[in-house]
C-alpha cells in the first residue's frame, strides 16, 4: 500500500541557517511526488514536484528536493530561511495506489523560524 | 488572474442544519475535489468529480453531499448527518484527469465551526 511519513511534526531553526524537512514514502508503482506549503488559513500551494525526471527539483522560493529511490525519500531542503517560511508543510505521494484521487497527504510539518 | 474561489472564509453552524461550502474555479479544469484537514491529520478526501454531472465518493463521504452541474462549480453540502463537521475545508482542482504528474490548485479553504 501507498503511505508517506513526514518524520518531524515540528521543525524550529533560525533565520538565515538551513532548512530540512524529511518525507519518507512506500510505493509499489513509480510514484509521482510533491511538497506544499500551507499559510496559516490559506489553501495549499506547490513548492515543487518529482515526476520521474531529474532526481533533484528545484521549486519555487529557493527550496528543493532530491528523489533518493534507495532510500524511499524525498526530503525537502532550503540553504537559508526566511521569516516568511514559516507555514505548514505536506508531503504528498502519488500513484494508483492512493485514495480514490491516487494522493496521499502526509501529516504535516510545521516550519518555524526563529529571529 | 485564474484560480479558485471558496466562500465564505468562515462559516458557523447549528446542530442540525445543513450548510453549502461555495468551490468556483476557472481554470477550465476537469476535475475538482473536496478535501477536509483536521489538526494533525493532513488532508482527507470527502468527494471528486471528473467531468460535470459525475462525482464520486472519497474517503470520508459519510455526511457530505455534492453537485456537479457545471464545470466551473463543486458546491458541498455538510449535512446533519455529519457527526463532527468542525474542521477547515479545502476544495482544489486539477488540469487533467489524471493529477498525478500535475498536482492540484487549492482554494483559500473555509473553516466551518458548529456552535
Known amino acids: 500500500a501507498q503511505s508517506v511519513t513526514q518524520l518531524d511534526s515540528h521543525v524550529s531553526v533560525s533565520e538565515g541557517t538551513p532548512v530540512l524537512l524529511r518525507c519518507n514514502y512506500s510505493s509499489s508503482y513509480s510514484p509521482s511526488l510533491f511538497w506544499y506549503v500551507q499559510h496559516p488559513n490559506k489553501g495549499l500551494q506547490l513548492l515543487l514536484k518529482?515526476?520521474?525526471?531529474?532526481?533533484l527539483v528545484k521549486g519555487i522560493n529557493g527550496f528543493e528536493a532530491e528523489f533518493k529511490k534507495s532510500e524511499t525519500s524525498f526530503h525537502l531542503t532550503k540553504p537559508s530561511a526566511h521569516m516568511s517560511d514559516a507555514a505548514e508543510y505536506f508531503c504528498?505521494?502519488?500513484?494508483?495506489?492512493?485514495?480514490?484521487?491516487?494522493?496521499?497527504f502526509g501529516k504535516g510539518t510545521h516550519l518555524i523560524i526563529q529571529p | 488572474d485564474g484560480g479558485i474561489t471558496q466562500s465564505p472564509k468562515y462559516l458557523f453552524r447549528k446542530e442540525g442544519q445543513n450548510v453549502t461550502l461555495s468551490c468556483e474555479q476557472n481554470?477550465?479544469?476537469?476535475?475538482m475535489y473536496w478535501y477536509r484537514q483536521d489538526p494533525g491529520q493532513g488532508l482527507r478526501l470527502i468527494y471528486y468529480?471528473?467531468?460535470?454531472?459525475?462525482?464520486q465518493k472519497g474517503d470520508i463521504a459519510e455526511g457530505y453531499s455534492v453537485s456537479r452541474e457545471k464545470k466551473e462549480s463543486f458546491p458541498l453540502t455538510v449535512t446533519s448527518a455529519q457527526k463532527n463537521p468542525t474542521a477547515f475545508y479545502l476544495c482544489?482542482?486539477?488540469?487533467?484527469?489524471?493529477?498525478?504528474?500535475?498536482?492540484?490548485?487549492f482554494g483559500s479553504g473555509t473553516r466551518l465551526t458548529v456552535v
Open positions: 468529480s471528473q467531468i460535470v454531472n459525475d462525482f
Open positions: 482544489a482542482s486539477s488540469m487533467f484527469l489524471d493529477p498525478t504528474n500535475y498536482g492540484y490548485t
Open positions: 504528498v505521494v502519488s500513484d494508483r495506489e492512493g485514495g480514490a484521487d491516487g494522493l496521499t
Open positions: 518529482y515526476t520521474s525526471a531529474a532526481t
Open positions: 481554470l477550465n479544469h476537469d476535475a
